[in-house]
């Protein structure tokens, strides 16, 4: 087994995930096995109790693993599937190496960071690293390591200690260290500077790691001048030193680190030259061309509680960027704050209330994502029924399937105090209930998780003819509450048409309005399925809704070309080279979707 350990300095957010993931592709492309595992020196067990605005979204893994959202970049880069193992915390570790000390595994030892924990660490990641995540029998190649935050951080020092150690024990030959360190350009005199980056690499031989390879994030590609700099002080050869600098969109990362031969120099440290070959990415360069040639405009209204970060959707923003590419269209998501769509906030702030209004009218879609608590839940109600009236392609996910039922059954069937229980828990028209085998004491790793399965109960509907008018699929679910099955009958006879459900018949999974041009809910999580080539088909419908190709989408939606955009939409090829001749290739999307632009993004 070989690794390959991604760490970062200087500042947080440089793109270590994006990096990490372009790493993983690089070497499947060149025909080896791939895995990954994210460090996070945090000490919750799991990302499942921390708040979007902190952390960002929490992505959700086939068995129920609540995780870091870097293992979205790496399942969506390397089309593997990960576990719950894969994602190490320090809360994980210290829970593992105390429930040893109880059952006495240490009996008699003084049980301490050195050498338990660091020992717990690497047998963690020895373990882990031989499960196979890519369907095929046997380990992996190569197993690709990020270690989370900052070198220097004191929460990661046993995580660098334990990983110093690691190096040693599995052998020269078999350990590359990648550091992800940024290179400013001091705006006064406009030069790039090294000496942070120096600083960066002298703190982690300190430590105990010697990196092999640099990868540098700058606004511009790194001069000579600066490289020199930079091999000269941190000692590393000057070929081993990339510069990871902005680009229009983060397909470019792989061909950016293949372009400046990142992929041999990781050859040559893991004794991998003349086994691994050049890595062949023709579909993927296809598609990140065609990505930047887009021009024109889809709008889809994200109506949220979070809007304020762009990474509590970051899967839905992928999934949404996976489906635009495929019908040929530039996505913008206009973010909506959904208190700004209520009457309050006309009195309170009619200016954000009139905005927030403009951005919804002018939307080609909507979609509402999941979310927790009751802040903001009124501005979804609006925003749904907004959609559904004026008959504007919408998918609400999560949350977002229970507001459309709460919206319908008040608006249509004129149940005018039916509500959820999450937000009313005294409400006496309960459309949407607790699950009952949830728990109300604690929160963590309770909720109904992980991959399940969803039958479809017609093939006559949009969403089944999306999925390739399959019998059932398996998607990720990650909630606490489900719609009343004591008020499906009386919403399906007003016109509702619960199309999808579980095995037992009684949960709801999807919803739809047979006469609407769109207007799909769901109980489970889309998002976290998508990837490149592959969008998750109820955003694929959702796009297409928007920009007028549904019916052309239903009709092929299964059939894919080889560059993996759908031939009925797709983009032509040959259109693409020939243009790339005559044309300097442009950005396909706003200016916070540019790799690692520090300005608190990065994917």
């Known amino acids: 087994m070989k690794y390959v350990l991604v760490s970062g300095g200087v500042v947080s957010g440089l793109g270590k995930g994006v990096t990490a993931s372009s790493i993983g592709l690089l070497l499947k492309a060149s025909g080896l096995r791939v895995t990954a595992i994210k460090i996070d020196p945090y000490f919750n067990t799991d990302a499942g109790t921390m708040s979007p605005f902190e952390h960002g979204e929490v992505f959700v893994l086939d068995d129920g693993a609540e995780v870091d959202l870097d293992l ?26 105390i429930d040893k000390e109880r059952r006495g595994d240490y009996l008699g030892k003084t049980v301490q960071v050195v050498p338990h924990i660091t020992d717990a660490i690497q047998e963690w990641i020895e373990r882990v690293a031989h499960i196979p995540v890519d369907g095929k029998p046997g380990s992996a190649d190569v197993c690709v390591i990020e270690l989370g935050g900052t070198i220097g951080d004191i929460e990661s020092m046993p995580f660098i200690q334990a990983l110093g150690q690691f190096s040693y024990r599995v052998g020269s030959g078999n350990f590359c260290l990648v550091h992800v360190s940024l290179v400013p350009v001091v705006n006064v005199v406009g030069e790039q500077k090294t000496k942070p980056t120096q600083h960066s690499v002298r703190r982690l031989r300190g430590q105990g790691l010697t990196p092999h390879i640099l990868a540098c994030r700058s606004t511009t590609a790194l001069d000579e001048n600066a490289k020199r700099k930079l091999s000269q002080f941190c000692l590393i050869q000057a070929e081993n030193i990339v510069t990871l600098y902005d680009v229009p969109n983060i397909w470019h990362i792989p061909l950016l680190l293949r372009d400046q031969k990142a992929h041999e120099a990781i050859f040559k440290v893991l004794n991998l030259t003349g086994v691994a070959r050049e890595p062949s990415l023709e579909e993927w360069t296809c598609r990140a061309e065609a990505c930047d040639l887009l021009h024109e405009p889809v709008r889809i209204a994200l109506v949220g509680k979070y809007t304020g970060l762009s990474d509590a959707y970051l899967s839905i923003l992928k999934a949404l960027v996976h489906a635009s590419v495929d019908c040929r269209k530039k996505l913008f998501v206009d973010w909506i704050s959904a208190t700004n769509l209520e009457d309050s906030t006309a009195k309170e702030n009619p200016d954000a209330y009139k905005a927030a209004w403009k951005l919804l009218k002018g939307a080609d879609g909507v979609l509402i994502p999941g979310g927790f608590g009751d802040r903001g839940v009124q501005g979804k109600i609006i925003a749904a029924k907004y959609a559904r009236e004026n008959r504007i392609p919408f998918l609400g996910i999560c949350l977002g399937m229970q507001i459309a039922v709460v919206e319908f059954t008040r608006s249509v069937l004129g149940v005018h105090d039916a509500n959820s229980t999450e937000f009313d828990p005294n409400v006496k028209s309960p459309v949407v209930i607790f699950m009952p085998e949830g728990s109300k004491t604690h929160m963590g790793g309770t909720m109904r998780l992980g991959s399940r399965r969803t039958f479809f109960q017609t093939k006559d509907c949009k969403s089944a003819k999306l999925y390739g008018c399959k019998s059932f699929i398996d998607e990720r679910h990650r909630h606490r509450y489900e719609v009343n099955p004591d008020f499906v009958v009386r919403l399906e006879n007003a016109g509702l048409s619960f199309t999808g459900k579980d095995e037992t018949g009684k949960r709801m999974e999807i919803v739809e309005l047979p006469n609407h041009p769109y207007f ?41 070309d080889s560059c993996g955009l759908s031939k009925a939409v797709g983009t ?32």
């Open 72 to 97: 979205g970049n790496y399942e969506r880069f390397m089309d593997i599937k990960l576990t719950r193992d894969n994602n190490i915390t320090t809360g994980k570790i210290y829970q593992f190496v």
């Open 520 to 560: 799909i809910g769901v109980q489970f999580h889309p998002e976290f399925k998508s990837k490149p080539g592959k969008p998750s088909p109820l955003f694929l419908g959702l796009i297409a809704a928007a920009c007028g190709q549904l019916d052309t989408v239903l009709q092929h939606s299964s059939n894919v």
């Open 572 to 603: 032509d090829v040959l259109a693409i080279k020939a243009y790339n001749k005559k044309a300097v290739i442009k950005a396909a999307y706003m200016p916070e979707y540019v790799y690692g632009s520090l300005n608190g993004y990065h994917f």
